[in-house]
């Protein structure tokens, strides 16, 4: 079982940058790919980027293509989330999330979830 941490949330205005971090235990963390999702108030958690094991592979949801970049240090048990030019909906809590040996987009794939941390763009 993997156990995640978020951090790096916070309030920011419009067009501003931030940088979520995801600290992961467990020895097989470089054997899986890891995920971010994101949920704002009354809307269902969605898909914002995934990473492969290796971090050869990334995908990201259209609307933030070019904007976010998502990384691993598989040496640190880290993954990085880097939100650059950040619009007001953007607001949401931010997960971070592992599914394991299979590279996905969907969030019922996804078995172990962090805490999650709240991001709110300010307009």
């Known amino acids: 079982q993997v156990q995640l941490v978020e951090s790096g949330g916070g309030l920011v205005q419009a067009g501003g940058s931030l940088r979520l971090s995801c600290a992961a235990s467990?020895?097989?963390?470089?054997?899986?790919?890891m995920g971010w999702f994101r949920q704002a108030p009354g809307k269902e958690r969605e898909f914002v980027a995934v990473?492969?094991?290796?971090?050869?592979?990334?995908d990201y949801t259209v609307s933030v293509k070019g904007r976010f970049t998502i990384s691993r240090d598989n040496a640190k048990n880290t993954v990085i989330l880097q939100m650059n030019s950040l619009k007001p909906e953007d607001t949401a809590v931010y997960y971070c999330?592992?599914?394991?040996?299979?590279?996905?987009?969907?969030?019922?794939?996804?078995?172990?979830w962090g805490q999650g941390t709240q991001v709110t763009v300010s307009s």
């Open positions: 467990g020895r097989s963390f470089s054997n899986y790919h």
């Open positions: 999330a592992t599914s394991g040996f299979l590279y996905s987009t969907r969030a019922p794939d996804f078995g172990s």
């Open positions: 990473i492969s094991a290796s971090g050869g592979t990334t």
